[in-house]
């Protein structure tokens, strides 16, 4: 058994499209690498572009666009006191607003609350002395002295107070690297979490967690919206107190983490030609006669291929991730892989953080199933038809229609659950995310795959067995 | 005592409606080479799929080396070497490699008898470059190689002589009668070129539309199928008819050739005699085994 199973390995192995293949996938490495590099410059030409706002000049009997001109121009004005790139220019062009709406309101006599103006322009004050001394630390603690005595009047301060204490706490100076872009989107689900909690009047806890009763009073889009803040509240808080950058697209680390999405297409390309041509190619060229008159059943010649399929399932994944490790290693970087990764389970409602290499098994664990009964399809076609392009277009037909049921989702039709393609992922259930179609659990999701690979198996088997060799 | 080592016992096989075996039945021996003649669509290839289990058999049985194929299958092909059709084998290994394959699969093949078959296929250093550079001829020694392989007690092939050169014939031929004499091995051997067969051949099984016409030893049959044909010389052939009621083949203005009963013999001549033809020679006439199967088989005409 082990002997026929050698035997096929070194069929797959001498054959000249198995190099090929390698080469392909090698190729599509290096493009995949060489385009998320140049996602960062991409990135950047933008934040370049952004700052060429338009000036609205026309409307000048407009209260809010007088106040908004007035502020802009006072901000240019202090900025040109500034390196364009210093930590100031930053801080002005992003949190001076504030303060300087309420002042400039003020002197144009739209606003008339002394109290909150006199307040406001001794903090104002501060800041700019914390700007002139290059102290951005005594920026940081004017804010909070100013947050303090607004939390109690607007508890929703809160937030803004944690975050100053957070820039203090971890020295994140001002500026556009990617633990301020941290910071910032921390404050953002926080303020989101904050107002869905006022909408549903109910408490969030220190966690900004919401509790189970309220969630489950929650309309489906809310729900959702509230696990993607729960999801960016929770990543950028792990983010920041590891002081992780998760947003570099430019990073060994982000392919990795997109790996079956940048290189599904390839893997399965690769094991239908395995799998399809593994039985048919025998036939078509005769040797299966060679294959036959050997001191095996044809049950144990018919296995032994088949478990060599698995492995060559295996293999295919395990070499492009090497390739992928090499290749983003030259183009990218190796540092970024010893960041975990991070999953949130909007179940538990819990973040759950994963080493990259166990996450990349877990996700290998999660999709093998899918990729099996693929490659099992491809499989029995070659060995019922004896025909190669028929079973390579067969997988790829199924692989193509199992996306497209996806459209189906919304239907909610209670037969799509038997639908092999919405039970073949089992990404979900490894990471606790929610199933392909409500109601689906993994034990249900199981039997359907091991039906469906039943059948394959029973039916290639039986065939084979039975099969008469005919004259080539 | 010889040992049986192939019995075909009534083989029956159907494709659709068509019947392409109808009860053929037939043995090899230790130390016998079966010549397995027909034409073009008798049965011949099916015959040997059927022994090989590569097609299943609708009723009848198979026995090797004392194994039922259908039941035991693994134990009955133990010591089998077969080449089917043609020599199929992986065009994109080398010769070595596909060797070293087929040796895996037995537990008896050590690199030794790897060595020892290469040797006698002839190829040498040929072996280590990819089937698909071998001309037809180089396949076949390798196929032969790769039956020859796991020592079989019986070889099976299948139009082995295809494209094989006249020396490569030779070769062979020595090859499988030093093989049946020596390692009492049983061989089944079927070719379209009859006289190739006829010359070391002990046995020939004649096979037409699926049906065994002939089975016997190849010198009975030889002759059998000459014991009444006749060539006489005479000074000349004219007007015969008015005395011969017999068919007859006049072959030039001097010879005819006849088919009669060896008793009767005398009394033609006798009447020859009377009617003033000089006789100058009365020969029985050997004919090939090639004539003997087109007479048998009536030409070569597949329905």
């Keep these: 058994m082990i002997n026929l199973m050698i035997n096929e390995i070194v069929k797959i192995v001498k054959k000249k499209s198995f190099i090929i293949m390698l080469c392909i996938i090698t190729g599509w490495a290096f493009l995949t690498n060489f385009i998320y590099r140049s996602f960062d410059d991409l990135g950047e030409m933008i934040e370049e572009t952004s700052f060429t706002e338009s000036e609205d000049e026309d409307a000048e009997d407009d209260i809010y666009l007088k106040i908004e001109n007035a502020v802009t121009k006072e901000k240019k ?7 364009e790139e210093a930590w100031q220019s930053y801080y002005i062009d992003n949190y001076l607003d504030e303060y300087l709406r309420t002042i400039i309101s003020h002197d144009l006599g739209y606003d008339e609350d002394e109290d909150a103006y006199e307040s406001n322009k001794v903090i104002y004050e501060e800041i700019l002395k914390g700007l002139e001394d290059d102290d951005w630390r005594h920026v940081v603690k004017t804010e909070i002295k100013h947050y303090e005595t607004q939390v109690k009047s607007d508890p929703s301060f809160k937030i803004d107070l944690e975050g100053a204490k957070i820039r203090l706490d971890k020295d994140i100076i001002y500026g556009d690297d990617y633990q301020n872009a941290n910071l910032e989107r921390l404050i953002d689900s926080q303020t ?9 009047k109910a408490d969030l806890d220190d966690d900004y967690k919401l509790d189970k009763e309220t969630i489950d009073k929650m309309d489906e889009v809310n729900e959702t919206d509230y696990h993607n803040h729960r999801e960016q509240y929770l990543t950028n808080k792990y983010a920041l107190e590891h002081n992780l950058d998760f947003d570099k697209m430019g990073s060994n680390y982000t392919v990795f983490t997109q790996f079956f999405s940048e290189y599904s ?11 399809g041509s593994m039985m048919s190619n025998e036939y078509s060229t005769g040797t299966i006669k060679l294959l036959l008159v050997r001191p ?23 070499i492009t991730m090497l390739i992928q490790l090499i290749v983003g290693s030259i183009i990218l970087d190796i540092k970024s892989l010893s960041m975990p990764v991070t999953v949130y389970s909007p179940i538990t409602d819990t973040l759950n953080t994963y080493s990259l290499v166990s996450y990349l098994g877990l996700s290998t664990m999660g999709i093998l199933p899918a990729i099996l009964i693929l490659a099992t399809l491809s499989f029995m076609f070659g060995t019922i038809f004896n025909s190669k392009s028929l079973a390579i277009t067969v997988g790829f037909v199924a692989y193509f229609i199992g996306n497209i049921f996806s459209v189906f989702i919304e239907s909610g039709k209670a037969w799509l659950k038997y639908i092999v393609s919405f039970n073949w992922d089992w990404t979900p259930y490894i990471f606790n995310l929610n199933p392909t179609l409500k109601g689906l659990t993994f034990n249900f999701s199981v039997l359907i795959c091991l039906l469906w690979l039943g059948a394959m198996l029973v039916t290639a088997f039986v065939v084979f067995k039975h099969k008469d060799i005919n004259n080539i | 005592m010889t040992k049986k080592i192939l019995e075909c016992q ?3 096989k159907r494709f659709g409606k068509k019947e392409v075996l109808k009860d053929v039945s037939f043995d090899v021996e230790a130390g016998d080479i079966l010549g397995f003649i027909g034409p073009n669509g008798a049965g011949k290839t099916t015959t040997i799929k059927l022994i090989l289990g590569l097609q299943k058999i609708n009723s009848g049985n198979v026995i090797i080396n004392g194994y039922d194929v259908k039941k035991d299958f693994v134990k009955a092909i133990q010591k089998v070497g ?12 080398s010769g070595r490699e596909n060797l070293k394959m087929i040796a895996r699969l037995y537990h008896n093949i050590d690199k030794e008898r790897i060595d020892e078959v290469i040797k006698l296929s002839g190829l040498g250093n040929r072996i280590d470059d990819k089937v698909s550079k071998y001309s037809l001829g180089m396949r076949q020694r390798l196929g032969i190689a790769a039956a020859l392989l796991p ?8 139009e082995p002589t295809n494209g094989l050169d006249p020396e490569g014939i030779k070769t062979l031929r020595d090859l499988l009668t030093k ?7 049983g061989i089944l051997i079927s070719s379209h070129n009859l006289l190739e067969l006829e010359s070391f051949c002990n046995k020939v099984c004649i096979i037409q539309n699926g049906v065994i016409l002939e089975s016997s030893a190849i010198s009975e049959l030889k002759k059998r199928m000459s014991d009444s044909v006749y060539v006489i010389e005479m000074d000349r052939v004219s007007d015969l008819y008015k005395i011969i009621d017999d068919k007859f083949e006049v072959i030039n203005k001097n010879m005819f050739r006849i088919k009669i009963n060896r008793d009767r013999v005398p009394k033609l001549i006798e009447k020859l005699v009377q009617n003033d033809y000089q006789i100058y020679q009365v020969a029985q006439f050997q004919i090939s085994l090639e004539e003997a199967f087109l007479e048998k088989t009536g030409g070569n005409t597949i329905d």
Excluded at chain 1, 192 to 200: D, H, R
């Design chain 2, 10 to 12: 009534h083989l029956r």
């Design chain 2, 179 to 185: 093989l049946a004499k020596e390692e009492h091995m």
């Design chain 1, 192 to 200: 989101s979490l904050w107002n869905i909690s006022l909408y549903y």
């Design chain 1, 77 to 83: 004005q202090l900025e040109k006191k500034y390196d």
């Design chain 2, 82 to 93: 077969a080449i089917v059709e043609n020599p199929d084998m992986y065009m994109y290994l």
């Design chain 2, 151 to 158: 020592k079989p007690n019986l070889l099976i092939l299948d």
């Design chain 1, 265 to 275: 297409l390839m893997i399965v390309i690769m094991i239908f030609i395995i799998a």
């Design chain 1, 296 to 318: 095996y059943t044809r049950m144990k010649i018919l296995l032994s291929k088949y478990l060599t399929l698995i492995l060559s399932i295996l293999f295919t994944i395990g």
